[in-house]
């Protein structure tokens, strides 16, 4: 059972570029969630998914956008990437059919705008 | 706006002890608590979840409290070891599993 797989896991990417961080999950879990990580700084929430064809923004959406096409897979694109996007970002997912689950986390993606 | 804080930012102890990580939170208004666990390089692995309606939950040589009318929580890590060593984040669920994170306590056990 592989859980929440997110690649790449490291990129280098040049000021304007764009790309789209990939994550998928095999436990047919409904909600899905985007978090990027500064150094030395907690979680937050860029984006999320209650279902497929269903995303909202979270507390720091400026600057990416998100898809749910499928439920195993949400996507984050970067369209202009910019040095304030350097972070670590993780996938997250958790079945809300049943309450109080914790989220599952990716290994996350390391990204680096120069 | 939720915030959450975590005292303290780093910690250093002797193999063996028992110690206690501090999570605040300034809206008690929230489903539930987790803490998690992350180690360098990798994503967040879940310890422990606690409900609203709970004080304290336990798994092992953790426990996690509650006081919600005070926004408090804290994790309580028995007998140290040496792979206790890690970054412990505290977040609350303030509904949709929408998680606001603490910036996280780096925890250091010496041999």
């Known amino acids: 059972n592989a859980g929440v797989t997110q690649t790449p896991k490291f990129r280098i990417l040049k000021i304007g570029q764009s790309m789209t961080l990939q994550c998928a999950q095999d436990?047919?879990?409904?909600?899905m969630y985007w978090y990027r990580q500064d150094p030395g700084m907690g979680l937050k929430l860029i984006y999320y998914?209650?279902?497929?064809?269903?995303?909202d923004k979270g507390e720091v959406p400026n600057g990416y956008n998100v898809s749910r096409s499928t439920t195993e897979d949400f996507p984050l694109r970067l369209e202009l990437a910019a040095p304030s996007q350097t972070s670590v970002y993780f996938c997250?997912?958790?079945?809300?059919?049943?309450?109080?689950?914790?989220?599952?986390f990716g290994d996350g993606t390391r990204l680096s705008i120069l | 706006k939720q915030e959450v804080t975590q005292i303290p930012a780093a910690l250093s102890v002797p193999e063996g002890e028992n110690l206690v990580l501090n999570c605040s939170f300034t809206?008690?208004?929230?489903?539930?608590l987790q803490w998690f666990r992350q180690d360098p390089g990798k994503g967040l692995t879940s310890l422990l979840l606690?409900?609203?309606?709970?004080r304290e939950q336990t798994s092992g040589r953790l426990n996690a409290s509650l006081d919600k009318s005070s926004g408090r929580s804290t994790l309580y890590i028995a007998a140290s070891q040496p792979g206790d060593s890690a970054t412990y984040l505290c977040?609350?669920?303030?509904?949709?599993?929408?998680?606001?994170f603490g910036q996280g306590t780096r925890l250091t056990i010496n041999p």
């Open positions: 997250a997912s958790v079945n809300d059919r049943f309450p109080n689950q914790p989220q599952h």
């Open positions: 436990m047919n879990h409904n909600y």
């Open positions: 998914s209650v279902g497929a064809g269903i995303t």
């Open positions: 809206d008690s208004a929230i489903y539930n």
């Open positions: 606690i409900q609203s309606s709970q």
């Open positions: 977040a609350v669920n303030q509904g949709a599993q929408k998680l606001v």
